[in-house]
């Protein structure tokens, strides 16, 4: 196999080059270390072990573990490349679930994969893979990268169900300059192929679709335990009037419409949290949609930093479908006005921008934004 069957109009490093391949004992980076060991570069195999675990007790997602790094080094093994296990934990837990924990308390919906991909696997890993003597690191993410107009450029995977570019797009130039993500033209399936071939254990594995430290989806376990027991509050209408009380802010999100245990004629939303007096306000779908909204600074992409507003199409949350919006950047912050009014728009989610061609242009974490009732 070359480096040519890899590429999908996809940046590659040059031949020959040293790769730190990324690797949670999972399909896809297992995929990734053949495609590459095969292609003729020099590799080796690391795992970010960033949850605690004793041997009887694993970790909620296949992930980041005993048993995942344990795969990981058996299929290094057969694919005769070096693989070295680095111990995270205190940083994932300073940088990571701390952080998730305190805005879940202050009614925000934070996105813990954006920042880990920013802070643990494209930081402390490329402190490591520097150490060793290592140019470039590889990753498992369905997503391509070109060089457009001097700038590294995100572009989607050419496997649409697949594509991670909304959790990469905060990453920053010079992370970008020393990455590569050779899956970006594949379909899960042939990953699975490919990593089946080396291990037929890791080609057999289930998807990994949760948040790693969070077990069973149960969000407010992890905050109460970090930050106490939520303080109860009232559900409210948009004219004040009480229609319930609630645990907790923590167990709820804007847009959420499931779970709310208030009874009504037609479905209500939760349209704003106020953290201050611990108040969740609900409504009907009219008042759901949010026109417009804040960033925090971008984090720019294939478009250079500017101040000029620009068009854009903006993905929300990783599901998202994302819609057309004008974007007017700001000195640490952006202001972002939506073509079509959007539920769920959440403080603490982020707002990727993309052109037509599917390139990332710039990313910002909302700070908070504008409905028909505020």
Not at 60 to 66: A, N
Not at 143 to 160: C, F, I, K, Q, V
Not at 256 to 276: D, F, H, M, N, V
Not at 330 to 348: D, F, T
Request: charged share 20%; proline share 5%; aromatic share 8%.
């Amino acid at each position: 196999m070359t480096t040519t069957e890899i590429v999908c109009d996809n940046r590659m490093p040059p031949a020959g080059s040293r790769i730190l391949i990324a690797m949670s004992g999972g399909v896809d980076s297992v995929a990734v270390a053949a495609l590459l060991t095969r292609s003729g570069y020099e590799c080796m195999g690391a795992t970010l072990r960033m949850t605690p675990e004793h041997e009887s007790k694993p970790v909620f997602e296949p992930c980041c573990g005993l048993q995942a790094a344990e795969d990981a080094r058996r299929s290094c093994e057969i694919l005769g490349i070096e693989h070295r296990a680095v111990r995270v934990i205190e940083e994932f837990d300073t940088n990571i679930i701390a952080p998730f924990a305190r805005q879940y308390a202050a009614g925000r919906t934070p996105n813990p994969c954006i920042q880990c991909n920013r802070i643990i696997k494209f930081g402390l890993l490329f402190r490591y893979a520097a150490q060793w003597g290592y140019d470039y690191v590889a990753m498992g993410h369905y997503a391509r990268m070109n060089e457009r107009e001097g700038r590294m450029a995100l572009h989607r995977s050419s496997y649409r169900d697949k594509d991670q570019t909304y959790v990469l797009a905060p990453l920053t130039q010079a992370q970008l300059r020393r990455s590569c993500f050779p899956l970006g033209g594949m379909t899960k399936d042939e990953a699975r192929t490919i990593a089946a071939a080396v291990d037929p254990v890791v080609g057999a594995k289930a998807e990994s679709q949760e948040i790693c430290f969070v077990a069973d989806r149960n969000y407010a376990g992890i905050v109460e335990a970090r930050e106490g027991i939520g303080t109860p509050g009232n559900f409210v209408d948009i004219s004040g009037k009480i229609l319930g009380r609630h645990k907790g802010i923590h167990r709820y999100t804007i847009g959420q419409r499931r779970g709310l245990g208030i009874g009504a004629a037609a479905p209500l939303y939760i349209i704003r949290i106020e953290a201050s007096t611990h108040t969740i306000i609900v409504g009907s779908d009219q008042y759901a949609r949010c026109g417009s909204f804040n960033t925090r600074t971008l984090f720019w992409g294939a478009l250079a930093p500017q101040q000029k507003p620009f068009q854009a199409f903006v993905q929300l949350h990783y599901r998202h479908a994302p819609v057309p919006a004008s974007i007017t950047p700001a000195v640490g912050s952006a202001h972002v006005v939506l073509e079509i009014p959007q539920r769920a728009v959440a403080p603490g989610q982020w707002a990727v921008f993309y052109d037509a061609a599917g390139y990332v242009l710039a990313a910002g974490e909302i700070q908070d934004f504008s409905s028909e009732i505020l």
